[in-house]
């Protein structure tokens, strides 16, 4: 019985894992929801705040985009302080090429990221803090770190769910 057992555990393994690699490259459809809450858990540990008690925003721009976020009550003062330093610190580390955050935050590399990396040294990134948040404006004036920065975006727009237009403003 013992070996029958480890024979289909064996079998539903190499199933998993032929139906896994037998899916298309194609980009990720919206989360189910089980999915979403792993994602949101991991944002939490790895944005240090609560994602229910904050809002995150991601506009798309001719050269570049925004990513804002805001704490949902302007009392909520723990949130609006770890908010910024998170921006702050993800202003620092996209500037040299570090996409950790997002890439854990999503278990997955975010399309755009390997151009952003590349061209790192032609994307600009601004922090700027907002009365209930704060936000990071990038922009850059080349148009293959343009088009990076709009995958990127709309790939957090729609794991983020959070109704962002996915076309540029």
């Known amino acids: 019985m013992?070996?029958?057992?480890?024979?289909?555990?064996?079998l539903v393994s190499s199933a998993s894992i032929a139906a896994a690699q037998a899916q298309p490259a194609t980009s990720p459809a919206p989360q189910e929801p089980a999915n979403h809450q792993q994602m949101e858990?991991?944002?939490?540990?790895?944005?240090g705040f609560d994602q229910q008690k904050t809002t995150h925003h991601f506009l798309l721009r001719k050269n570049g985009g925004v990513i804002?976020?805001?704490?949902?009550?302007?009392?909520?003062?723990d949130s609006?302080?770890?908010?910024?330093?998170?921006?702050?610190?993800?202003?620092?580390?996209f500037q040299?090429?570090?996409f950790n955050i997002p890439m854990f935050v999503h278990d997955q590399t975010p399309p755009g990221v390997p151009v952003m990396t590349r061209l790192k040294d032609q994307i600009h990134y601004k922090y700027e803090p907002l009365e209930n948040g704060g936000r990071v404006l990038i922009s850059s004036e080349n148009p293959e770190a343009v088009a990076a920065l709009h995958e990127f975006l709309k790939f957090q727009i729609t794991e983020h769910r959070t109704g962002d237009p996915l076309e540029v403003k």
């Open 2 to 10: 013992k070996n029958l057992l480890s024979i289909l555990a064996i």
């Open 41 to 47: 858990h991991r944002g939490n540990q790895g944005m």
């Open 68 to 77: 804002q976020v805001t704490a949902k009550s302007a009392a909520d003062k």
């Open 80 to 93: 609006l302080e770890e908010i910024r330093m998170h921006l702050q610190h993800i202003r620092r580390a």
């Open 96 to 98: 040299a090429g570090e």
